[in-house]
């Protein structure tokens, strides 16, 4: 596709349920991000994969949180047991180069936890 | 101290005039550098990378980088209100290549 696709654009999860967000990034695209962003602040980094390798995952907050890309394209981020402090905006990234060169952002999933 | 940090406005400028946004980072061998505008409910949109010291032009667009003060800015000519927006900086640390840090952001307002 043209660009980085998420979905679901939005997700109310009670809390306690499990959710799952996807990430389609720009073709031929190396890198893929995830990050957190809570309201009125910048996004925070969740994980890194390059191709299907999941090189840093320092920032997933908790074990609740697991990502995958099992075939080095789409990337799913899953959330066990949410809680209402996972409520954020969740935004997958891919960078056609190894490393953080220029990423590029899809539109985000809005997740509400209540 | 935050790795990156931003004032976080919000900025005021009169519609024609320059909007300047600063940003400090902590990690002195960061290696990349780079500008996104967001928009209220949207997603970062990147508009301008810097690797260098110097200025780099894109446009109504200037990066300006200093290593030695660990300084970098975004100078826009000629604001326009659909310039009005979160202005965020991001840093990619060589300690830590794989992720790109970003600051808070700068709010943006472009008064007509």
């Known amino acids: 596709g043209a660009g980085v696709s998420q979905s679901p654009r939005y997700k109310v999860a009670k809390r306690g349920q499990d959710v799952a967000l996807r990430c389609d990034p720009i073709s031929g695209h190396v890198s893929l991000f995830w990050y957190q962003q809570a309201l009125g602040q910048g996004p925070e980094f969740l994980t890194y994969?390059?191709?299907?390798?999941?090189?840093?995952k320092s920032g997933l907050p908790s074990d609740r949180f697991f990502a995958e890309r099992p075939e080095g394209s789409v990337s799913t981020l899953k959330i066990q047991r949410t809680q209402q402090e996972d409520s954020a905006v969740y935004l997958c990234?891919?960078?056609?180069?190894?490393?953080?060169?220029?990423?590029?952002f899809g539109q985000g999933t809005r997740l509400t936890v209540v | 101290q935050k790795e990156v940090e931003q004032n976080s406005g919000p900025l005021s400028v009169p519609e024609g005039a320059i909007a300047s946004l600063n940003c400090t980072y902590s990690d002195r061998v960061s290696q990349s550098f780079f500008w996104y505008r967001q928009y209220s409910g949207k997603s970062p949109e990147l508009i301008m990378s810097i690797y260098s010291n110097g200025d780099k032009e894109d446009g109504r667009f200037t990066a300006q980088l200093n290593k030695a003060s660990q300084y970098v800015s975004l100078l826009i000519r000629d604001s326009q209100p659909s310039d009005s927006a979160t202005y965020l900086c991001?840093?990619?640390?060589?300690?830590?290549?794989?992720?790109?840090?970003f600051g808070s952001g700068t709010r943006l307002s472009i008064r007509p």
């Open positions: 991001a840093v990619n640390p060589l300690s830590s290549a794989s992720k790109i840090i």
């Open positions: 990234a891919s960078s056609l180069a190894t490393g953080a060169r220029e990423a590029f």
């Open positions: 994969f390059q191709n299907e390798a999941q090189l840093d």
